[in-house]
T-cell receptor
């Protein structure tokens, strides 16, 4: 069941540059999308979200873009910092109950920001 | 800042034993969840709980699993007879509901079944 896919298992960027993490989904019922950051042996930490009525949401260095026709979203981190190094998970929910529904997670992308 | 807490951080048990994983969700939250992550795999949904009853459960959440909110603050996951394949990180999450719609996760409990 690959309803949410993150095709890049890892990404390496230089400090100060942009990090772009991608996520694709297949279920057209999804209407709420979130990005979480996770360190080893810790729980996922919420970063940013977007509902399907928007195509962009920005919070400080983090911006999420949603392309519903392509069923694709991306997370941009600008500028990238070494402390951003972690695994980033894309997650989606939807259907009756909206955002209170279960989250379906992608497999994660390991971001390494090089000083 | 309020946060979800979980105890214990690590639980080691023998196959066939019962375990109870405990969570204290954020105090004004109304929706509660359990997820798990087997090593090397994705985070997967187990069960959601609202208004003192299960809202949804996954195929993983069979008769060996149960959840309870015994006292208005704790939210527990019980596995009656653990199997080797239950070894995983178990995460509790809560969501306020109403105008906010983000699930906040606890730090997890690492369950090791020997």
């Amino acid at each position: 069941d690959q309803q949410v896919k993150q095709n890049s298992p890892s990404l390496s960027v230089q400090e100060g540059r942009i990090s772009i993490l991608n996520c694709d989904y297949t279920n057209s019922m999804f209407d709420y999308f979130l990005w979480y950051k996770k360190y080893p042996a810790e729980g996922p930490t919420f970063l940013i979200s977007i509902s399907s009525i928007k195509d962009k949401n920005e919070d400080g260095r983090f911006t999420v873009f949603l392309n519903k026709s392509a069923k694709h979203l991306s997370l941009h981190i600008v500028p990238s910092q070494p402390g951003d190094s972690a695994v980033y998970f894309c997650a989606a929910s939807g259907g009756y109950g909206g955002a209170t529904n279960k989250l379906i997670f992608g497999t994660g992308t390991l971001l390494a920001v090089q000083p | 800042e309020p946060e979800v807490t979980q105890t214990p951080s690590h639980q080691v048990t023998q196959m066939g034993q019962e375990v109870i994983l405990r969570c204290v969700p954020i105090s004004n939250h109304l929706y509660f969840y359990w997820y798990r992550q087997i090593l090397g795999q994705k985070v997967e949904f187990l069960v959601s709980f609202y208004n003192n009853e299960i809202s949804e459960k996954s195929e993983i959440f069979d008769d060996q699993f149960s959840v309870e909110r015994p006292d208005g603050s704790n939210f527990t996951l019980k596995i009656r007879s653990t199997k080797l394949e239950d070894s995983a990180m178990y995460f509790c999450a809560s969501l306020r509901g109403r105008e906010t719609d983000t699930q906040y996760f606890g730090p997890g409990t690492r369950l090791t079944v020997l």
